[in-house]
């Protein structure tokens, strides 16, 4: 909803006052001691001039009344104070009325409290001194006057202290807030990269390892027989249409806006056709499915996929030609349990990733991220076993 041109204007001004406070209050200390000086001047002379110059020592340290509230509110005080050598009230009293407002709003709580009691010693001084010759009744209602708005003046400075501080807690709640929505920010984008490092790892690692034996194997198999190299080549163009289309799924992230559409993840129910595709790629593998399958949630169905699938694809970088690989997927009443044991040589390196790797690390992240976890290492007599477990609900 559009603002008001007059709201506008008004927040302007505001604007300008908040930066220009001291040339403000120079000015309206110079008016005011134009003021006490004009008054001083319409009385006589025997009597106006050391009024007069009250007057103006009372006005012009409102000058500084915000910049340094103490100092402005000391000096009023003096000369306010010394008024009473005057044979007449000036008009500069109205300056302590303005520095118990200042002293209030701006200075520290013992200035405060200090500028009220001198203000309210200061209404029976003044009236004393200058009503005593009317009568006790006129020197109690000049006192009591006095006094009051003494008062009012300390409870608005009061009020504008208690703004000043709730406008000072929000802007500093706006930043905290703005910090904190930057943290939050950093800390998103720092998890999908971290999630799309390794979706990117499984894909990659798992098409090339299978690409790469489907090609060792074919090479040798070739010269004895091309109906082999045929099969191979088909095993290899199949898994690198796959793994393409994993990619672009995966980059698809990247491009988010109204109207995409992702190809479905893969997810638990997939991993048999994972084994047939590695089975395929010349590993002897089998597979074992214990209990009835269940419909997961996308995320921890993909994350079992994945582990699955990293699992075997080191198998086969490391467990040798000969190993034989057992996949156990067990349906269990409180989790999905997977299993993936092989009897090669490849447990060491298993142990040790290179540089940069990600496998065993991106499967203990996967399965952490929905409350299971990843048991890995060597097996007894040889190779190695992965365990992973998976609750339905995180």
Not at 27 to 38: D, I, N, P, T
Request: charged share 20%; aromatic share 6%.
């Amino acid at each position: 909803m559009p603002r008001e041109p007059a709201l506008d204007v008004f927040d302007r001004l505001v604007g300008w006052a908040r930066a220009n406070s001291l040339l403000l209050d120079a000015l309206g200390a110079l008016v005011l001691a134009a003021l006490a000086g004009l008054f001083s001047a319409a009385d006589s002379v025997g009597r106006g001039t050391f009024a007069g110059f009250v007057g103006l020592a009372m006005c012009l340290p409102l000058a500084v009344r915000r910049r340094f509230p103490e100092v402005s509110g000391a000096l009023v005080a003096f000369f306010g104070l010394l008024q009473v050598l005057a044979p007449s009230p000036s008009f500069g009293n109205v300056a302590v009325l303005v520095a118990v407002y200042s002293l209030a709003a701006y200075a520290r709580r013992w200035a405060s409290l200090g500028g009220l009691a001198l203000g309210l010693f200061g209404a029976p001084l003044c009236s004393l001194r200058f009503f005593g010759t009317s009568g006790a009744a006129s020197v109690v209602v000049a006192a009591v006057f006095i006094g009051v708005m003494v008062l009012a003046s300390w409870a608005l400075g009061s009020l504008r202290r208690a703004s000043r501080q709730n406008e000072l807690a929000l802007v500093e709640r706006a930043r905290l807030l703005e910090v904190e929505r930057e943290n939050e920010s950093r800390l998103a984008a720092t998890a999908e990269r971290q999630r799309i490092a390794r979706e990117m790892h499984d894909v990659v690692a798992h098409s090339l390892s299978v690409i790469i034996a489907q090609a060792d194997g074919g090479r040798y198999a070739a010269g004895a027989d091309p109906a082999v190299a045929v099969r191979v080549l088909e095993t290899i163009s199949g898994t690198g249409r796959q793994a393409l289309s994993d990619m672009r799924n995966l980059l698809g992230v990247l491009r988010q806006g109204p109207g995409d559409e992702r190809a479905p993840q893969p997810d638990a129910r997939m991993i048999p056709d994972l084994v047939e595709q590695v089975r395929a790629s010349g590993l002897e593998v089998d597979t074992e499915v214990v209990g009835r399958a269940r419909d997961l949630p996308p995320a921890i169905g993909l994350a079992a996929y994945r582990i699955v699938q990293e699992s075997l694809t080191n198998v086969l970088k490391h467990a040798g030609p000969r190993a034989r690989t057992h996949v156990v997927v067990r349906w269990d009443d409180d989790a999905l349990r997977l299993g993936v044991e092989d009897d090669g040589r490849g447990a060491a390196a298993m142990l040790q990733p290179s540089p940069g790797g990600q496998g065993l690390v991106g499967m203990a992240e996967r399965a952490r991220l929905h409350g299971g976890s990843v048991a890995s290492g060597p097996r007894p007599g040889g190779g190695f076993t992965v365990r992973a477990t998976l609750p339905y609900s995180s």
